[in-house]
């Protein structure tokens, strides 16, 4: 089991930015996949963005390239998702989810990913 703990959400003006964070218990951290996704109401849970165990690998969805960066620090058993450049259309709840990889995988479907952490609001106004 992994419990995974999301933290620094906020409110904040379009433009501005943000960091999350994602704890998470599990000291066999380094062996799982992580991604971020996030749901904004009325509208289905949708990929952000996704990182390899090692951290070498990286995929992001077509609306945040470029202004959103994952990463993770295997040593704090944490992944990050910097937020730069934010707009509107970007408040949602963010969740980050984990799955266990022996490979250099990484999806961006939310039925690959076994655990997923409680959520943390995001607001971005105009």
């Known amino acids: 089991q992994v419990q995974l703990v999301e933290s620094g959400g906020g409110l904040v003006q379009a433009g501005g930015s943000l960091r999350l964070s994602c704890a998470a218990s599990?000291?066999?951290?380094?062996?799982?996949?992580m991604g971020w996704f996030r749901q904004a109401p009325g509208k289905e849970r949708e990929f952000v963005a996704a990182?390899?165990?090692?951290?070498?690998?990286?995929h992001y969805a077509d609306s945040v390239k470029g202004r959103f960066t994952i990463s993770r620090d295997n040593a704090k058993n944490t992944v990050y998702l910097q937020m730069n450049t934010l707009k509107p259309e970007d408040t949602a709840v963010y969740y980050c989810a984990a799955y266990r990889t022996s490979g250099w995988s990484i999806s961006s479907s939310t039925s690959t990913y076994d655990y997923w952490g409680q959520g943390t609001q995001v607001t971005v106004s105009s």
């Open positions: 990182i390899s165990w090692r951290g070498s690998t990286t």
């Open positions: 599990r000291r066999t951290f380094s062996s799982y996949a």
